[in-house]
């Protein structure tokens, strides 16, 4: 099943939002890699999915982080951690395994992305945008401000 960007994963933060959708699109390029029964031998976009996954959670974790001690979110340590454990998780990937087993490992990579597109999006992702809410005069102005720049950034680097 296609894993669908739906508006209970929205944080309410638009930069945030685009960037947890094109993981979406990561996870459903997955997806259809595990079910194309056309290639036999998917190691090499396995790999180029892992890198893919691995530079591009990489670069939304900073700029995430980024806001979050802009606006002086509270939770940004716990939040840091969470995204450390998730690159460490995809560095631990043994790839001369993946190449022994390539189904399963699609399969582990798809649980993993699942439950953390699940939990993570929707636990502590969930509190950015609540904690901008909460927000009043100059601070969510400057939250405002900041989540625009962001927002202007990487729809700038994507052209």
């Known amino acids: 099943m296609k894993y669908e960007f739906t508006n209970d994963f929205l944080t309410g933060v638009a930069f945030i939002d685009k960037q947890h959708a094109s993981l979406f699109e990561l996870a459903n390029e997955a997806y259809d890699l595990l079910n194309d029964q056309l290639v036999t031998d998917k190691y090499d976009r396995i790999v180029d999915l892992l890198g893919e996954l691995r530079d591009y959670t990489k670069t939304h974790f900073a700029d995430e982080e980024a806001f979050m001690q802009g606006i002086g979110f509270q ?85």
Request: glycine share 4%.
């Open 75 to 159: 939770y940004i340590w716990s939040e840091k951690h969470a995204h450390l454990t998730f690159i460490a998780k995809l560095d631990a990937i043994d790839l001369d395994k993946v190449d022994e087993n390539q189904q399963a490992h699609i399969l582990e990579v798809l649980d993993f992305l699942a439950k953390w597109l699940t939990f993570h999006i929707k636990g502590a992702d969930a509190r950015i945008g609540d904690a901008v809410n909460a927000l009043a005069g100059e601070e969510k102005e400057k939250a405002a401000k900041l989540a625009a720049d962001m927002l202007e950034k990487i729809t700038n680097a994507a052209e």
